[in-house]
Structures are given as C-alpha cells and as structure tokens.
C-alpha cells in the first residue's frame, strides 16, 4: 500500500510542478526573433542542432580560445589508456 502511496504523491507533486511552471511562464520576458526561431525549431522537430555563434552565448569567443590552447597542449599526449582515443588533460590545464 505503501508503494501507491508515495506513486500518488509523486504525481501529486508532478502535476503541482507543471502547474507553477505554466503560472510563471507570463512572467518571462518575450524571446527575440533569433531565439523564438530556435525554439520553434525545437518544438517542432523535437531536437535541433546548431552552432555555438547561431546560440549566441556570452563568453563563447573565450571558452573556444580556451578549449583550442588547451587542445593544442594535449595533442599529442598519449591516449590515457593502452589502445584507447581518450587523452586527458590535468587540473592544471583545465584551470581547476
């Protein structure tokens, strides 16, 4: 009995969670063109692939800069392990 219990109040819980998402969705600023064209994109297909510049993301010019030196230090590292394609790079690399 238990199990239909806690079933229910996840549904409960479920519903409940929807429900403040759509009160809040009146709240949201309107999307611009380029952004409302993605997202129609994905609504109707169920997916979507784009680039990073279509995204337009703050700091993505930095991450690339970022992503390619560290490509360039790793490059020719062996593979991690014996007959693998994955090379790693240190936490000092990646900044951590």
């Known amino acids: 009995m238990s199990?239909?219990?806690q079933?229910?109040?996840?549904?409960?819980?479920?519903?409940?969670?929807w429900q403040r998402r759509r009160r809040y969705r009146?709240?949201?600023?309107p999307l611009n063109a380029a952004d409302?064209?993605?997202?129609d994109a994905l609504e109707r297909d169920g997916g979507l692939?784009?680039?990073l510049d279509a995204l337009a993301l703050p700091g993505t010019p930095a991450m690339l800069a970022a992503g390619d030196?560290?490509?360039a230090a790793i490059k020719d590292r062996p593979a991690v392990n014996?007959?693998?394609f994955a090379v790693q790079p240190t936490q000092d690399e990646i900044g951590v």
Do not use: I
């Not at 009146?26 to 600023?29: G, K, M, T």
């Open 3 to 5: 199990g239909l219990r």
């Open 7 to 17: 079933y229910a109040n996840e549904q409960r819980q479920n519903l409940l969670y």
């Open 26 to 29: 009146r709240h949201l600023p």
């Open 36 to 39: 409302r064209a993605l997202l």
């Open 49 to 51: 692939v784009t680039s």
């Open 69 to 71: 030196a560290l490509m």
């Open 82 to 84: 014996k007959g693998a």
